[in-house]
């Protein structure tokens, strides 16, 4: 039988959010990746499950999930599968419900396909390349919002506490030109939520293709801009990350080069 890669993604973020939503709560064993970056048992559990639904459909695809690394063996593979089995992962640890299972599937170095899933609001949010941005099946747009003091902005902090102090200046600045930032611990949620015109922007410094690769293509298809500090185009080896609805694109990149 063939599988899509549609409908194996979309498979895996519900299976693996609802594992994540049996486990809310009772969190279990937790190590410890940097001075206060977690691993729950959670996290290496959706991993498992995710990765397990995408080899038995395409064995011969290439993985990179945040928790294993990169596929050993698959390295010649045109076809990628970019995997965070649990975004918000102190917010989960903590009983915060705002986490979400998010896969990509890249062919080419190009996201064809991103997949969000929010297991406690029971949210999804899909986009392929060409064919639109959707939450639970019906079509998503970002703002129309152009004045930045008017805007929801999104951020979040990198988890070396020395870098730190560095976006410390970017959010004071942020916080004194719009109407309100947030920090909420998903930055694959944050995407998702500037592509529903929830929030008008988002900004981070330090992220990793497994936060990002498929909220971007979420942004992207909903009609908004996703780049790196620098203006280019947010590419799965970016590190910094600004997301918007496009009208505030500019004066977003001119406040992260003010100093
Ligand atoms: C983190 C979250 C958080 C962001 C961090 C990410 P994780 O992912 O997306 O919002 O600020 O930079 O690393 O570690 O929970 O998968
Ligand atoms: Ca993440
Ligand atoms: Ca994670």
């Known amino acids: 039988m063939a599988f899509s890669p549609r409908s194996v993604a979309v498979e895996a973020v519900l299976s693996a959010g609802q594992l994540l939503r049996e486990r809310l709560g009772r969190v279990g064993e937790i190590r410890f990746k940097g001075a206060v970056n977690l691993v729950t048992e959670a996290d290496v559990a959706s991993e498992r499950l995710i990765l397990e639904r995408i080899?038995?459909?395409?064995?011969?695809?290439?993985?990179?999930?945040?928790?294993?690394?990169?596929?050993?063996?698959?390295?010649?593979?045109?076809?990628?599968?970019?995997v965070d089995p649990l975004d918000?992962?102190?917010n989960f640890a903590h009983g915060y419900p705002q986490f979400a299972v998010s896969?990509?599937?890249?062919?080419?170095?190009?996201?064809e396909?991103?997949?969000?899933?929010?297991?406690?609001?029971?949210?999804?949010?899909?986009?392929?390349?060409?064919?639109?941005?959707?939450?639970?099946?019906?079509?998503?747009?970002?703002?129309?919002?152009?004045?930045?003091?008017?805007?929801?902005?999104?951020?979040?902090?990198?988890?070396?506490?020395?870098?730190?102090?560095?976006?410390?200046?970017?959010?004071?600045?942020?916080?004194?030109?719009?109407?309100?930032?947030?920090?909420?611990?998903?930055?694959?949620?944050?995407?998702?939520?500037?592509?529903?015109?929830r929030f008008d922007g988002f900004w981070e410094p330090d992220l990793a293709p497994w936060d990002t690769a498929a909220g971007a293509l979420i942004v992207r298809e909903a009609g908004g801009t996703v780049?790196?500090?620098?203006?280019?185009p947010l590419t799965l080896e970016s590190v910094s990350c600004v997301a918007s609805n496009g009208k505030l694109h500019q004066a977003m990149l001119d406040v992260l080069h003010a100093d």
Request: net charge negative.
């Open 55 to 82: 080899r038995s459909a395409f064995p011969e695809h290439a993985v990179l999930s945040e928790e294993v690394g990169a596929s050993e063996g698959a390295t010649g593979s045109r076809y990628l599968w970019v």
């Open 113 to 197: 396909l991103g997949v969000v899933y929010q297991p406690v609001t029971d949210e999804l949010f899909l986009a392929q390349r060409g064919a639109g941005a959707f939450r639970n099946g019906h079509r998503i747009r970002v703002s129309d919002e152009d004045t930045l003091l008017m805007a929801l902005l999104a951020t979040g902090f990198p988890y070396d506490l020395e870098r730190r102090k560095h976006a410390l200046r970017h959010f004071a600045q942020f916080t004194t030109l719009a109407r309100a930032i947030r920090r909420d611990g998903s930055a694959g949620l944050d995407l998702c939520a500037v592509a529903a015109g």
């Open 227 to 232: 780049t790196d500090y620098t203006g280019s």
């Open 88 to 90: 918000g992962t102190t």
């Open 103 to 111: 896969i990509a599937f890249v062919i080419d170095g190009v996201t």
